[in-house]
Structure formats: structure tokens, C-alpha cells
């Protein structure tokens, strides 16, 4: 093999061939440095002697199907410059790793496009501990050249990652859609880290959160959030509450009545629940609806209420805005009911972040199509041993092409 294929097909310059064998299944490559090129790695003079020599492999491009490694036949060179004997260096690996760069790109490449199986399987004889190593020094070198000191929008939520026991944090930068923070836990310390870097980064420029009216997260925003942001806490927020509230009402007269009137609440969950547009087309749920509505007064003002309060988003400003809730509220008061007392209450000691829609209409909804992704992460791996990678998955977890799986 010519000096040039050596440079063409594995990027080594200044080598020469000395053969080749074909073993379990692989090809390996012997070479050895030129002596014109020859340098201390250490202070890059020259002014070497030889001081021995010794064997070392790095898995480089597969030819073909074929695993192909290197066998770099290395000299120890005595430095008369630096005094200092070091083995030379290979040029194409990085220090103490057994594959050369190109074959890390290869990598990377392939995980862009594969998923773990797959690349497993092509790769068996290196390993999968070593192309997540890959994978992940890549990751986190593309996460070091990332810039969050510019962000402007962002939405904070948890997700449930073990059944209930365990949570993740995420911030979502809301204009470019790109997970920028992660961190275990869900208390106000969790995001200490975060904002701290935002402040650090000398041009602070946040401007509004969107976040769900948990203490926590507000407790760490009025703690650590650079002054001056605004918080908006979002409709899925809200009318998940209402639902629930909405929900609780239903039970709470279900258990009250009985004989024919529990026949026509039974299963009218999901009647009440849904948007009043998705029922209206279909005209068995409609007078399913109708009936329920007409033979229970109070499911019927609640459900009045959970369609109402939708149009709030819906107002031309913030001061029709607040005349809106301001009028929702009193209706839902005159009521007595202690669930929907409690809804108006959450909501009147949260009026300003919800009225801050008005002014950023944004919303944690990103986060919602964000935490599926990372369910299919999660279970694509069998859940997340390694949590360190776990993690760097989720930071790109927008990037749609990238969709190895694995831990
Ligand atoms: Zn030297």
C-alpha cells in the first residue's frame, strides 16, 4: 500500500506500509512513522534519538464489512532538547484512546442515523462501552460551544422518570426548542445551577419563564432569576387544574345520588373532560352530554366554568383579560363549592403570572411534545443506567435526526 492510500483512506501522513494480516475476521494494518518525521511529543524538537520501540492498535475505519486496526510499530525517542523519553505519537488519535478520529466521526455519523442495535451490530468487535464513550465526548462537545447567556423565553417543567420516584428538571429555550438544562430532582435548589449561569454570562437578556404555579420552581426563580423576569404561568397548567377540579366535582356527586341518575354519570369522564368542539359533531356523546348536563345542576355549572375559563386565553388584551377572570371568579364563588372555591383561590394567588400571558403569550407546551421524546428515549433503553448520557441525550433530544437509543 502506497504512502498516499495511507493518507487518503486513514488520514496517517508521514507513514509507511509494512503489511498487512487478516485475522478473526479483521484486517489489520501494520505501519511505522517515517524517520524524516520523527519529533518529542513533548516539546516537538527534532533533536531525537531512537530509545526503543513498541506495538500499539487503534481501531480505525472498518473496509468494507471488515473491522480494520491499526498496528503502529512506535519508536521511544529520547528528546535532547527536553531531556524527556516519550513514545510518538500516532497523530490521528487522540491521547490514550484505541480508535482513531475518523473513526469517532464515523460514529457520530452512524448514531445520527442508527439506532444502538444497529450500530452495535456493526461494530461488535469494539464494543458498546466504547461508542458511547464516542458519543458522548461528542456530546459533550458540542454542549461546551452552546451560548445560554442570550436566551430570552424559557419554559421550566419536571418529568416523572421512574414511576413517580425519580424527576428530571428541564428548561426549554422557548425560541429555538432546544432542551438547555437538565438536572435530577425537582426543588428550588435544582435550578440554582441554571440561573447562575445565566447571570454569569455577562448579558443576561431573559426576559420570561413560562411555569406551573409549583412553589418550587417559583421559589427558585424569585431566589435566583435575574431581576425583572416575568413568569407566566400557561393554560395547559390551568386547564389540566380545571379538569381535575372538574373531575373531582363529578365524583363528588356520583357518589351522592344513586339508581338511574349514577347510570347516565357512569363512564362521562371523558364527555366532560374534553373540549366541547370534540363532543359537539358527534351526536351520540352530544345528548349523551345534554342528558348529563340537564340532570345535574352542578356538574353543569362546573362544566360551564371549564369551557368559560378557556376564553380567557382568548381576550384582546390584558385588561379585558382581568375583567374576564375578575367576572369567572365571582360566578365561581357564588357557587359554595368548596373543589371549585379552591380552583378560584389558586387562581386569584396567581393572577399575575397568569394575566403575563398578555404580555408574553408563551406557554410550557413545548415541553409537553419534549417529555414524549423522552419517554420513547426511556424506553428504547430500558430505562437510563448510565444518567450521565441520559442526560446529554436529552439536551439534544430536539435534534430529530439523532435517534440512537441506548445505555
Ligand atoms: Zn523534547
Known sequence: MSTALLYHAFGLKAYKYLRAEYLN???????????????????????VTFAGRTERIWHSLP?????????????????????????????VADPRKGYTRLFCRYVVEMAKQMTKAAIAAKLKFVGWNTIKAIIKADLQKRLKQRRIGQVRLIAIDEISVKKGQRY?????????????????????????????????SGRANLKAIAVDMSSAYLKAIELYAPPGVKIIHDRYHLVA???????????????????????????????????????????EKFTRL??????????????????????????????????????????????????LDAMANMIENHL?????????????????????????LKRAAYGFRDMEYFKLRILFIRDASFTLVGA
Open 25 to 47: 475476521g479483521a484486517i489489520f494494518f501494520h505501519v511505522k512513522k517515517k524517520e524524516a518525521y520523527q519529533y518529542c511529543t513533548n516539546c516537538r524538537s527534532r533533536d
Open 63 to 91: 473496509i468494507g464489512l471488515k473491522p480494520t486496526i491499526i498496528v503502529g510499530h512506535l519508536h521511544r525517542l529520547s528528546c535532547h532538547s527536553c531531556g524527556l523519553s516519550r513514545l510518538e505519537s500516532l497523530e
Open 168 to 200: 428530571l428538571t428541564n428548561v426549554v429555550d422557548l425560541e429555538t426548542g432546544q432542551v438547555i438544562y437538565t438536572t435530577e430532582g425537582r426543588d428550588t435548589e435544582c435550578l440554582r445551577p441554571f440561573f447562575l449561569k445565566v447571570k454569569c
Open 241 to 283: 387544574n380545571m379538569n381535575r377540579v372538574l373531575d373531582e366535582v363529578r365524583r363528588d356527586e356520583y357518589r351522592r345520588k344513586s339508581g338511574p341518575e349514577k347510570a347516565v354519570m357512569r363512564g362521562s369522564r371523558y364527555l366532560l373532560l374534553s373540549a366541547f368542539e370534540n363532543i359537539y359533531d358527534d351526536e
Open 290 to 339: 345534554e342528558a348529563l348536563l340537564t340532570l345535574n345542576e352542578t356538574i353543569h355549572k362546573a362544566y360551564l366554568l371549564k369551557e368559560d375559563l378557556r376564553l380567557f386565553w382568548e381576550q384582546d388584551s390584558r385588561d379585558e383579560a382581568e375583567q374576564f377572570i375578575r367576572i369567572w371568579l365571582k360566578e365561581t364563588r357564588s357557587l359554595g363549592n368548596s373543589r
Open 352 to 376: 399575575e403570572g397568569i394575566l403575563n400571558y398578555y404580555d408574553y403569550p408563551i406557554t410550557t407546551g413545548p415541553l409537553e411534545g419534549i417529555n414524549n421524546k423522552i419517554k420513547v
